[in-house]
T-cell receptor, first 108, second 113 residues
Framework: KNEVEQSPQNLTAQEGEFITINCSYS?????LHWLQQHPGGGIVSLFM???GKKKHGRLIATINIQEKHSSLHITASHPRDSAVYIC??????????FGTGTRLKVLA | EPEVTQTPSHQVTQMGQEVILRCVPI?????FYWYRQILGQKVEFLVS????????KSEIFDDQFSVERPDGSNFTLKIRSTKLEDSAMYFC???????????FGPGTRLTVT
């Protein structure tokens, strides 16, 4: 069983749709990091959160530490949102354990 | 805004050759990490480094791998004798405190032929 699981693995949406990506984890301390990876391979930080909710533009991330679950929402999705979205959990030794990623494709 | 940089962006090498991947972490950060991502797979932890020594390493990080902070700015990953299965994207990351947010470099794509 993966220590960090994401769902769905693949997601295709129409432009303008509301998107939700989920992350459940069995390891980690008290925070979670959402990252974005574009086709070129670089990793961009979106949010690090340890409680409640964070919002940046059209992106919203929520976390429930007790249930070890986090969601990333994208409102009014756009083709430029197409990327792989990854959740990563810092463990007790502070290395990150990564999820397998959710590959999002937004169609115009 | 400070960022982690990595060089080269792409390295092609022959099996058995030594490679050194370079990273410049954010200047006031003290904790450094290497991760790798084989094509189509998830990102995996290789090694963490603090206070000039390895804090933790994964099973992947065998005797063929080594890390070094040769000066006050660079952090390097050396693979002594590359294998085909070392082909991957290698990411360097740094953070300013334990458990803190890690900042990732753009990666080095290593291709072993």
């Amino acid at each position: 069983k993966n220590e960090v699981e994401q769902s769905p693995q693949n997601l295709t949406a129409q432009e303008g749709e509301f998107i939700t990506i989920n992350c459940s984890y069995s390891v980690g301390i008290s925070a979670l990091h959402w990252l974005q990876q574009h086709p070129g391979g670089g990793i961009v930080s979106l949010f690090m959160l340890s409680s409640g909710k964070k919002k940046h533009g059209r992106l919203i991330a929520t976390i429930n530490i007790q249930e070890k679950h986090s969601s990333l929402h994208i409102t009014a999705s756009h083709p430029r949102d197409s990327a792989v979205y990854i959740c990563a959990v810092p463990t007790g030794t502070y290395k990150y354990i990564f999820g397998t990623g959710t590959r999002l494709k937004v169609l115009a | 805004e400070p960022e982690v940089t990595q060089t080269p962006s792409h390295q092609v090498t022959q099996m058995g050759q030594e490679v050194i991947l370079r990273c410049v972490p954010i200047s006031n950060h003290l904790y450094f990490y290497w991760y790798r991502q084989i094509l189509g797979q998830k990102v995996e932890f290789l090694v963490s480094f603090y206070n000039n020594e390895i804090s933790e390493k994964s099973e992947i990080f065998d005797d063929q791998f080594s890390v070094e902070r040769p000066d006050g700015s660079n952090f390097t990953l050396k693979i002594r004798s590359t294998k085909l299965e070392d082909s991957a994207m290698y990411f360097c990351a740094s953070s300013d405190r334990t458990g803190g947010e890690q900042y990732f470099g753009p990666g080095t794509r290593l291709t072993v032929t």
